[in-house]
């Protein structure tokens, strides 16, 4: 039996058509998937198993004093771990800086950690980044020399930021550099503020 090329013509789009229509089928759980995430998912906030409890964690000053987490609880903290030498660490830093200028008067935290070995490579840095000498009165710099309290957490890749709830426990850490000023990140931390 042959097929009649006007038959043919017909054919071609109702196929076309049923092809487009199984393509769409196939993508939409995905897409409804997506639709479904809360902007924490967009964060990419993860929950590891952290063996030290934040109100433990003490690091320094740059004028080598302690300074205990422990002082910051009622606040919701981001602990962003860093080094001089990371592209995006420095990469991410002014949304971090604009994050804690937006939000810092509704009890939100920056607690940038360095965690070079020598302090004399910190202060070298500082001096290049004026933005880092004006800081927001709800961001501190802080040391960790040579990842110590940072490596007990697990940090495997710089930057890494941990939030601290503002009842002391942790909230999730995120892995890698972000734009923390994107609306579904904000959204996500300014539901936990206290």
Request: charged fraction near 20%.
């Amino acid at each position: 039996m042959m097929l009649r090329p006007r038959t043919f013509v017909l054919a071609a789009p109702a196929l076309l058509i049923a092809v487009l229509l199984g393509t769409y089928l196939v993508g939409l759980p995905r897409a409804v998937q997506r639709a479904h995430r809360t902007p924490c998912r967009l964060l990419g906030l993860d929950q590891p198993k952290m063996n030290l409890q934040p109100g433990s964690l003490v690091f320094t000053d740059l004028e080598g004093k302690p300074y205990p987490i422990s002082r910051l609880k009622g606040r919701l903290v981001l602990l962003n771990f860093w080094l001089t030498t990371c592209q995006p660490c420095l990469e991410e830093l002014p949304s971090l800086l604009e994050l804690a200028s937006r939000y810092g008067n509704k009890g939100m935290m920056l607690v940038m950690v360095a965690t070079d070995k020598k302090l004399k490579a910190i202060r070298a840095f500082l001096d290049k980044v004026p933005r880092l000498k004006n800081l927001p009165a709800a961001a501190v710099i802080l040391r960790d020399p040579r990842g110590k309290i940072a490596k007990q957490l697990g940090t495997t890749k710089y930057p890494e930021t941990y939030l601290v709830q503002p009842d002391g426990r942790w909230g999730g850490r995120v892995v890698g550099g972000r734009n923390w000023t994107g609306r579904g990140i904000t959204a996500c931390l300014t539901s936990r503020l206290p």
